[in-house]
């Protein structure tokens, strides 16, 4: 066995490279498979965060349809999603253009040509109605006062005619004709609640004229959740629910009651985030194939229209974007050391591709950090969970008298989860020396909505909470130094970090806010119309509970922060406002606590240009370095640290 050179923790070479870790950046979703090919989108920060719309077929392999300068997104909802459909029959594609918020109708091999007239709209959840030639849709009408509104439409696919089918609701989505177009499902909800709170499904019949009547509200309300309907060919309706406490699926027939299909306590869904999510499909044959996260990993399940559930085996621990089309599924798949991959499976043939990969894995696999999956206990007598990846360098060890350094990683949402995938943004990290925990704190989605409510009226509180007790957990494990952990985390997760040093000062040594939330008030009074009754359940209803959210909120006790901190912000972020970011460094420099500001004024919320990744992790590595007193091996500019004395 070869001898490991002997180097501080943190300052090992990595052959994991910063401009590895920015093309790993390369985002895949929204898989569409038809009979002769696969369709998805690809979010390229090479290009400036454009994103393409890439096909695949057997005949003339991978190549992109959308051209230059058209990015296939929506900002619908703000967060957008169901940007594209595609008519598999006519190889024809329809898409939101960012620029000018318009469709587009594309043929194969054809340039783009607008559908929709210029005007204050945006359009997502784009879905083809084959039997009618339209496209069903969201549309969010920016003029309207005091807030957006959404209406579900059809557009005509030859005239671009615009065809209002129902409004009233605060929201809309997941608009799905049945096969013939006589029926039509969607979900609707209302202000405070979001789409994992509670949503309706409703059930319509479609007249003549292509109108509605006879609407129907067959499930949800009240505090039930419903997730992605889809008809199946005998007329009946699946979907998923979270009326268990657990996302399973039901089926709906008319005048029957709803059936239970495999029921487990496992999430067949996740929340709601963007429009255009995908977690199962119905076959031709009312075979239902299903994504089933549990124990903190995804599996793929058959539940066959009669007969008993079956998993299949895959080598892919995480899945989602699926999509089916006869024998073939698509999805988004990915693995502790392979990374997020188109995948198609042949289910007769029992043959599995790999379309496209986020990016090749340049390192022998010896380099990477596995995770272990963690539960430990907690404030109130609860438990949480995390992801804890230990250094890893086949090459190099740490000093016998010294323990690695953690970073805490608390993600966004807050109702979202950390996957177990291959991350080069956490291999940069351990392959260098640090430990990264990723905390799937109480309010995380995928273990049940008990302990996704728990962070009700606790959000600044247990999330933070539980990323203290991650890192104590290990620090008394042994793992790592408890006297050099930082915590870092963006949007919601960011809010947490600025929580953690304000409320919890001296449990860490440094933080790094990534477009962190810092007035929580600011962002009820400011931010945008998806979100903006999503405090209410968190934190406090508001205006009437203004002290909560004064008490909750990092600004207002910016003389509390003591330990070096380093701000990331967009300046075009409509979520976070540079201004909050401005305000907290303003605070630092009069204290004179040592801090980094990166201010990138064309991002937005959330960084997607290649050169802005790489400045902002090269800066946050420098930035842990010089506070924690080692010297990285890499090469790259010192991010200046204001007061910062060593």
Known sequence: MKERRVLPYGSWPSPISLDMAVS????????????????????????????????????????????????????????????????????????????????????????????TPDGPFRYGDLVVDVARNRLLCIREDLSAEPEPRDSLIAVDTTSGAETLLTEGYDFYSTPRPSADGNRLAWLSWRHPNMPWDTTELWVADVTANGQLANAEQI?????????????????????????????????????????????????????????????????????????????????????????????????????????????????????????????????????????????????????????????????????????????????????????PPLVVMSHGGPTSRSPSNLSLGIQIFTSRGFGVVDVNYRGSSGYGREYMRKLDGKWGIYDVDDCIAAARFLAKRGDIDAARMAIRG?????????????????????????????????????????????????????????????????IHFMDRITRPLIVLQGGEDKVVPQSQADELVESLRERKVPHSYLLFPEEGHGFRQAANLRQSLAAELSFYAQVFGFDLADAIEPVKVEFLSR
């Open 490 to 554: 963006g949007s919601a997760g960011g809010y947490t970090t600025l929580c953690a040093l304000v409320f919890h000062d001296g449990v860490f040594a440094a933080g790094a806010s990534y477009f962190g939330v810092g007035d929580m008030e600011g962002l009820a009074r400011d931010t945008h119309k998806f979100e903006s009754r999503y405090s209410d359940r968190l934190v406090a209803p508001y205006p009437e509970r203004v002290d909560v959210y004064r008490e909750r909120s990092p």
């Open 219 to 403: 499930a949800g309300g009240g505090e039930e959740s419903i997730v992605q309907p889809e008809w199946a060919p005998d007329g009946s309706l699946v979907f998923a629910t979270d009326r268990s406490g657990w996302w399973n699926l039901y089926r709906w027939t008319a005048g029957a009651d709803l059936v239970a299909l495999a029921p487990m306590e496992a999430e067949f869904a996740a929340p709601q985030w963007i429009f255009g999510m995908s977690w199962f499909g119905v076959a031709s044959d009312g075979t239902i194939l299903a994504t089933v996260h549990r124990q903190g990993r995804d599996e793929l399940w058959m539940v066959p229209h009669e007969g008993s559930p079956e998993q299949i085996e895959v080598p892919d621990t995480v899945i989602n974007s699926l999509s089916l089309a006869g024998r073939r599924v698509a999805y988004i798949g990915a693995s502790a050391l392979s990374p997020r991959s188109v995948v198609l499976l042949d289910l007769d043939r029992g043959e599995r591709r790999v379309l496209r990969a986020a990016f090749e894995l340049e390192v022998d696999p010896s380099y990477i950090s596995v995770a272990e999956e963690i539960t430990f206990p907690t404030t109130d007598g609860d438990i949480s969970h995390a992801l804890y990846y230990p250094p890893i360098n086949p090459d190099l060890r740490g000093p016998a008298d010294e323990k």
């Open 24 to 115: 790993s950046a390369l985002s895949l979703s929204e898989v569409r498979v038809g009979p002769n090919a696969v369709y998805w989108t690809e979010g390229r920060p090479a290009e400036a965060g454009r994103q393409v719309i890439v096909r695949s077929d057997e005949r003339d392999g991978t190549s992109d349809v959308t051209p230059p300068p058209f990015n296939a997104r929506t900002a619908a909802h703000e967060y957008g999603g169901g940007w594209y459909a595609v008519d598999h029959d006519r190889d024809v594609v329809y898409f939101s253009n960012l620029a000018d918020g318009r469709i587009y109708r594309q043929e194969l091999d054809h340039d783009p040509v607008a559908l």
